[in-house]
């Protein structure tokens, strides 16, 4: 009969990849070990910059079971033109080329993969490659690279350049009251558990198969068509399960470059893992600096925003983030502009980084808003409400839906904010010094054109898939919902595939577009499936069903129910079988143009989030403790409550590690990022966490995606750091204005 | 990392003769000699494993003392109940230090002999006089956040790591040592050394000697004493400033004063003679203070790590409350008692 118990849209399903992960049944990219396999080790430069003049690698040449040592001297041939090197998501620039002459453009850079019979040979050999080079004077000092900021002409595709409006100038002249600072924000290094790693198969027929660390595996595979010249259909990509990414595996990385390059000079199968000193050695978010002037009247309205930026790149890509938009965007102010630019420095290029722009720029600008609130006398809740925008002030567009409002007030009860002693130093517990902070996070809320294939079995099992990538948010269990939610089956009758290049076309698993998109183009190919079934039951003898349509009838628990009859049902297994069908199969694509997205293309479409902290400081030495997030967010249709909810947790940790305590440090006369171990470059340990409360207030959405489904990986990180900076200033009257905040700065 | 050879004695005899000659490495817990040796900032030819001597023991002493064997891991000896109720400093010490797991496989013997954090000696590609000799210091005029403000040199800043041995320090422990010439018995301000000239050596071990235990003497503070641990986050990280404080207190006045700083040196740091500004004082903040300036009397910053100046003053008042009020420094709890 009817299934009481429908698990689907908005179940907190546990994560279907669960006990794979827990158990060791999932496999990672450097787990898997075809015959005859070679083990590479990179060998990074020491310098930060100049040419390799002599590489002497006999010692490493002798030792036992080394195969081969590939450099700039001896590499194959790859593609010439820069174009060939591009991905779908880098910057606009000349990617790096590992091997491709004698220059060293950073500290780290691979400058030779050593190949042998066993991992122990490959790393001791690679110690004894002697490498001289003819240094050349580097900068990786971002002050004296601001000296040398510049808009680049070309700009990435995903860039919004900020829309002034008004005279922001003139008000901010004008203006009673005046907030003008410079906020930084560190060097941050993604560190997912996971090294980047490829294993590449070496089929001897011309094809290989790629077990790589990616947040998109058709990404790379297109990389490696254009880079090495092999036929697209000649390589597969596979990332069916990814230890993290945080967007470090959403370009190729230099790991699967030099696994493939080996693997086609020796025609052998080959993997190469990073260590974690060399996961130092490439993506970054890149340091910034921003300067934020704000004008308002007495009363505390906002009349004048004048918000700068720079952020680091390297000197051979021009990596750019949307880092001075959001206060624009998100409060009602007359005046307002922006300004972007990035510094060049030698080292790797700087690349996304959960929430990139938007964690940095809205952090930053979110300090100086609560700096404002002061100077207008204002409860930092009360000023954000009475500078609300309900339209995306930038733009001038209506949002297609912002239930920020709500979430102040959810998030605010949840708090007890209203408890909140104004001013500096006006609550303690003891000898500590207790503050409470608030900031307000935004993210976009984007959906990517992506396809989906379903294909029913004459048993009644469903299996869907798409080329997208679980880096372990939970997209298998998403998918394995809105499959279950569109045709009434119970989840443990469907298996979601992912991971793979030899399905059905998906972005790379970033900006947080993931569920939505995907999950749209499940939907529409589970329905395909159930217009076939119904056309399927239309052979059983009798016609039960009549001649109802699609609209007429519901599935549930693997049949076909009339809505008008529920008493009258077709079992999908009966159903094909009257028609003859072993399995149904369909592949179908969501795209913009579906439900009515296209109309809407003049809304603006984002996440919001309001982020409440409390800190406890020892007053004397100094010593943060966050004791309390409550992070409320408003983002749409949440899909699965309990895999959204561990999203924003990570995000809230992430966002506590960058008030506190991530920072990669560099030095400036090596050029070296010199603190390159999970010792010495510090996340938050269980220590410095404590209570996280999440809250998703109610988002009805039926215009941002084809699910109302909006993105929860990103939002929880965005208000975070500034929350908690504001809760230090609130506990202890001192304004850090450069994150990390940490014990040093906290001194007299 | 390099080929080396492997030997495992069973008994100490065996060991150091297996030690003796050249490049020779100890294994004990390998909590970090093999992170060194992974990174080739060690690159021994031989490797000793050690961890089959008869040395995991932890033994009453006849004169009241207790001699921790240098095997014994430091989870047991943290958690031992004789440790626990008379020498709660070291215990709340190792507890500070590290996590269960590497407490569960790190040895009293390898704690106190662990290598600096210092970033530079970890990475080859950067010049360290502790790592290669006359290479010059990277840290000097570097990135030096976490370096020492006392007793450094001009060819090293690096810092010791332990937080053990800062209360280890602070009880005047012996290390029991044995070596191709015999065995001795170092006092344990004399077992580190500073860098001087010759910042490779960390301590005063002649080659091929080993540590086979660790000796408290009967002296116990149980009930004045703390050890407090300031870092870059609440649990995991190595000690920007440390202090162990222990005073015995008659009659309302500090008759005996210890306190040895971590993080702050080359060795953990502890001044005879400033202890002694507090003796017959009445516990209160301008004593404590004035004994925290004469414990980091010279204190010298190089840029980044200035604060650690100000900081340690700070961390060596708090301490000394703690300890004369009778709270000390919970490890789990992380509010600053």
């Known amino acids: 009969m009817a299934s009481s118990a429908r698990i689907g849209i908005g179940s907190p399903l546990s994560r279907v990849d669960g006990i794979a992960k827990v158990t060791g049944a999932a496999k990672y990219a450097a787990e898997h070990r075809p015959a005859g396999m070679l083990y590479g080790f990179a060998v990074s430069s020491g310098i930060a910059k100049g040419r390799i003049t002599a590489i002497d690698d006999r010692a490493a040449r002798a030792v036992p079971g080394v195969v081969e040592i590939v450099t700039h001297e001896n590499r194959p041939r790859t593609a010439w033109l820069d174009r060939s090197h591009h991905d779908q998501v880098g910057p606009p620039g000349s990617p790096l080329r590992p091997f491709y002459d004698d220059k060293v453009m950073f500290s780290g850079q691979p400058v030779a993969l050593v190949l042998a019979e066993t991992f122990e040979a490959a790393r001791h050999a690679a110690a004894l490659v002697e490498i001289s080079y003819e240094a050349e004077a580097h900068n990786t000092d971002f002050d004296k690279a601001l000296a040398e900021k510049f808009l680049p002409a070309k700009k990435r595709n995903t860039f919004h350049p900020p829309k002034n409006r008004g005279d922001a100038e003139k008000a901010f002249a004008a203006a009673p009251l005046k907030v003008d600072a410079e906020y930084r924000l560190a060097t941050e290094h993604h560190n997912p558990m996971e090294m980047h790693a490829s294993t590449v198969e070496w089929h001897g027929d011309g094809s290989i198969t790629v077990h790589d660390k990616t947040q998109g595996p058709q990404n790379v595979q297109a990389y490696l068509s254009s880079v090495f010249g092999i036929s697209a259909k000649k390589i597969r990509v596979l990332n069916p399960y990814v230890g993290g990414g945080f967007g470090s595996g959403l370009r190729p990385q230099y790991h699967v470059y030099l696994t493939v390059l080996a693997a086609t000079m020796l025609e052998r199968s080959v993997r190469v893992v990073l260590t974690r000193q060399q996961m130092f050695t490439h993506v970054h978010r890149p340091e910034a600096v921003q300067t934020v002037r704000l004008g308002a009247e007495m009363d505390g309205r906002l009349t004048a925003i004048l918000n700068s930026a720079t952020t680091s790149t390297s000197r051979y890509e021009n990596h750019m983030e949307d880092v001075v938009i959001w206060g624009m965007m998100n409060y009602a102010c007359p005046n307002a502009s922006g300004d972007y630019t990035i510094a060049p420095m030698d080292t790797s290029t700087s690349g996304d980084m959960r929430a990139p722009g938007a964690a940095t720029g809205m952090a930053l600008f979110e300090i100086a808003i609560d700096e404002m609130a002061e100077q207008a006398k204002l409860d930092p809740l009360a000023f954000r409400l009475l500078n609300y925008s309900e339209e995306d002030a930038m733009n001038g567009t209506p949002f297609t839906s912002k239930a920020l409002r709500e979430a102040f007030a959810e998030g605010a009860a949840a708090f007890g904010w209203d408890r909140r002693k104004a001013g500096p130093r006006t609550m303690r517990d003891g000898h500590e010094l207790v503050g409470w902070g608030l900031a307000t996070g935004m993210w976009d809320a984007m959906f990517s054109k992506t396809s989906a294939s379903a294909k029913l079995s004459a048993n009644g099992d469903l299996e869907v898939a798409s080329a997208l990538s679980d880096i372990g948010t939970g997209t298998y269990t998403v998918m394995t919902q809105v499959a279950a939610d569109t045709l009434g089956l119970p989840p443990e009758r469907i298996t979601a595939r992912l991971g793979d290049s030899d399905l059905p076309a998906a972005p790379v698993e970033g900006g947080s577009w993931g569920a939505a998109s995907v999950g749209a183009a499940v939907q529409v190919a589970c329905r395909a499936i159930g217009e076939k079934l119904l056309k399927a039951a239309s052979s059983i003898e009798g016609k039960p069903l009549g001649s109802a349509g699609i609209d007429d009838v519901t599935f549930d628990g693997g049949r076909i129910v009339l809505k008008s009859d529920p008493a009258i049902a077709v079992e999908f297994t009966e159903a094909m079988r009257a028609a003859d069908l072993q399995t149904i199969e369909v592949e179908e694509t969501a795209s913009a143009g579906i439900s009515g997205m296209v109309s809407q293309i003049r809304k603006s479409r984002n996440t919001h989030c309001a982020t409440f902290a409390e800190v406890k400081v020892d007053e004397e030495l100094g010593v943060v403790r966050v004791t309390r997030i409550v992070c409320a967010v408003a983002a749409g249709r949440i899909i699965n409550p309990k895999t959204a909810r561990s999203q924003i947790l990570g995000g809230v940790v992430m966002g506590i590690g960058m008030a506190l305590h991530e920072e990669t440090m560099m030095d400036t006369k090596l050029g070296r990022f010199m603190n390159h171990s999970l010792a010495e470059y510090h996340v938050p340990a269980n220590a410095d966490i404590d209570s996280i409360e999440v809250i998703f207030v109610d988002e009805p959405d039926p215009e941002v995606t084809p699910l109302g489904v909006k993105g929860v990986g990103e939002i929880g990180i965005v208000g975070t750091a500034a929350a908690v900076a504001n809760a230090i200033y609130h506990a202890t009257g001192k304004r850090v204005r450069s994150l990390p905040i940490t014990i040093d700065k906290l001194q007299d | ?337």
């Open chain 2, 1 to 337: 990392m390099n080929r080396f050879s492997y030997a495992r004695p069973t008994d100490v005899a065996e060991a150091v003769r297996e030690g003796s000659p050249g490049d020779v490495r100890y294994l004990a817990g390998g909590t970090n000699l093999v992170d060194l040796m992974k990174e080739n900032v060690e690159r021994p030819v031989r490797v000793v494993d050690i961890n089959r001597l008869p040395l995991h023991d932890i033994s009453d002493l006849p004169d009241g003392g207790l001699r921790l064997g240098a095997l014994a891991t430091n989870a047991d000896t943290a958690w031992d109940a004789r440790v626990e109720e008379r020498y709660p400093l070291l215990s709340s010490a190792i507890l500070a230090g590290a996590s269960p797991q590497l407490r569960n496989a790190a040895t009293n013997g390898g704690n106190v002999n662990q290598r600096t954090r210092c970033y530079y000696f970890y990475d080859t590609a950067t010049p360290c006089n502790k790592r290669e000799p006359g290479s010059g210091c990277g840290a000097i005029g570097g990135v030096n956040r976490i370096h020492a403000i006392l007793g450094a040199s001009a060819a090293c800043i690096a810092t010791h790591p332990s937080d053990m041995a800062v209360a280890l320090a602070a009880l005047d422990a012996t290390v029991q040592v044995t070596g191709p010439d015999g065995d001795r018995a170092i006092p344990f301000a004399d077992y580190h050394r500073l860098p001087g000239a010759e910042a490779w050596q960390d301590n005063n071990l002649a080659p091929g000697e080993l540590v086979t235990a660790i000796d408290l003497p009967d002296e116990r503070f149980t009930g004045h004493y703390t050890y407090l641990k300031l870092r870059d986050r609440l649990s995991y990280a190595f000690a920007l400033v440390s202090v162990a404080a222990a005073l015995k207190i008659e009659d309302g006045r500090i008759v005996e004063a210890r306190v040895a700083l971590g993080g702050v040196a080359h060795k953990p740091w502890r001044v005879k003679t400033a202890e002694s500004v507090l003796h017959g004082e009445t516990p209160s903040h301008n004593a404590f203070l004035a004994a925290a300036h004469a414990i980091t009397e010279g204190a010298t910053g190089h840029g980044d790590n200035d604060f650690k100046i100000g900081l340690a003053r700070k961390a060596i008042v708090r301490a000394l409350r703690q300890a004369a009020d009778g709270t000390p420094q919970s490890q789990t709890d992380k509010r600053v008692a």
